[in-house]
């Protein structure tokens, strides 16, 4: 039973663990993760890891605080060209929404211009902006081409990524050679597989699945 005091709320609640949690720093919630994992954090090695861990995942999830449509402003030009603009084999590093552990690769992205073209280090950039996010690698292959559509409407635009998973081959099934391949074809390059072949064919390497 309630008594008085309580009611009248003269004795705090003892504070529920998601209060405690907002109230601690992020550094503090490194510090409980490696003591949950059996670590000392205080012996030496591992003073400065919770800081250290703060600004690595600050760094590999920058492309919540960037823009796409700040990335590719001021780099858009008008250009009387409409044929196949290809940048291929452009790195990326990323970090799987499932296990946060990093899957890393490469991605070949094409258009087929309609008037305006894209600076070419726009492009390597765009593929960044998404990747240093959580991500699954068929919503960042999507998530690319989207873009190039919104930003500059081609005729038609083409991303394949191939990467590599560390929760595939660290944990889990432990399969240190696959590769898990995703594609998104928009416009001409879905409609037509004459413009499809020609893309493909033009990233093809030798050991690869295009």
Do not use: W
């Not at 700040?70 to 296990?99: N, Q």
């Not at 074809?185 to 295009?210: D, H, K, W, Y």
């Amino acid at each position: 039973m309630m008594n008085d005091e309580t009611k009248n709320g003269s004795l705090a609640a003892a504070p529920t663990k998601p209060a405690l949690l907002a109230e601690a720093t992020t550094e503090d919630i490194y510090r409980e993760l490696l003591q949950r994992v059996g670590e000392d954090p205080t012996r030496d090695g591992l003073l400065k890891t919770p800081d250290r861990m703060k600004k690595s995942l600050a760094f590999l999830t920058r492309g919540y605080n960037q823009s796409p449509t700040e990335i590719l402003r001021g780099a858009l030009f008008d250009v009387d060209y409409d044929e196949m603009v290809i940048v291929r084999d452009i790195e990326f590093y990323s970090l799987c929404e499932h296990h946060m552990l990093p899957f890393f690769g490469r991605a070949h992205v094409a258009y087929i211009p309609k008037g305006k073209v894209i600076g070419l280090s726009k492009v390597a950039r765009l593929v960044d902006v998404f990747a240093r996010r959580l991500q699954v690698q068929e919503r960042l292959t999507r998530q690319v081409a989207d873009a190039i559509v919104e930003a500059i409407d081609p005729k038609g635009v083409a991303v394949t990524m191939e990467a590599q998973h560390l929760c595939m081959m660290m944990r889990g099934v432990e399969k240190q050679s696959s590769m898990t391949t995703t594609s998104a074809m928009l416009g001409a390059f879905r409609t037509s597989p004459q413009t499809r072949n020609e893309f493909l064919s033009l990233i093809r390497r030798p050991g690869t699945s295009f």
